[in-house]
């Protein structure tokens, strides 16, 4: 990620971000991904059925509320190649793309995000903007991550040591 960025803003570390920069940051969009996918913000979602519908071999009745359990979705080994394991490698790789409904980062269908693509953006550049400026890194790097996960999963407390970069 830090190779990405230095070599895009060649030590400066004032200059403002351009289109061009955003697009060519590719690891720090990848590292965005693989972290929405180990660590989604919304675990779960629910849909109501409009009509009787199979799903997973069972006939379901109109208004049936359905949970999409998308922490099930980003860790199921049908979708992911080693789905536990950190790796924004893997969205580097020429040509990949995940499987279709395997990735909800932003919802899906109809009702995705209609500002996912401003989203992305604006973490790519507060990413760049930070990263490019400070070191950052963990206090305890074997700690477990402290979280709370109801509808919405937040980090309750996240210790780390900034330093400005040379």
């Not at 289109?19 to 913000?41: G, H, M, T, W």
């Not at 069972?58 to 049936?64: E, H, I, K, V």
């Amino acid at each position: 990620m830090l190779d990405d960025i230095d070599k895009i803003f060649k030590g400066d570390k004032s200059r403002p971000i351009t289109e061009s920069d955003i697009q060519n940051l590719k690891y720090c969009e990848a590292i965005i991904k693989e972290v929405s996918r180990v660590f989604p913000v919304v675990n779960s979602f629910t849909r109501v059925l409009d009509k009787p519908d199979e799903i997973a071999g069972y006939q379901w009745p109109a208004d049936t509320a359905i949970r999409i359990n998308i922490d099930a979705i980003h860790s199921n080994g049908d979708y992911w190649e080693e789905p536990d394991k950190f790796n924004p490698d893997r969205w580097m790789v020429e040509g990949f793309e995940p499987k279709k409904n395997s990735l909800i980062i932003f919802g899906g269908g109809l009702r995705i995000c209609p500002g996912r693509k401003l989203a992305m953006v604006e973490l790519v550049s507060l990413m760049s903007l930070l990263f490019r400026k400070y070191e950052i890194d963990l206090v305890d790097k074997e700690a477990p991550l402290k979280t709370i996960s109801t509808i919405l999963t937040a980090c309750t407390e996240l210790l780390v040591d900034i330093k400005l970069r040379n």
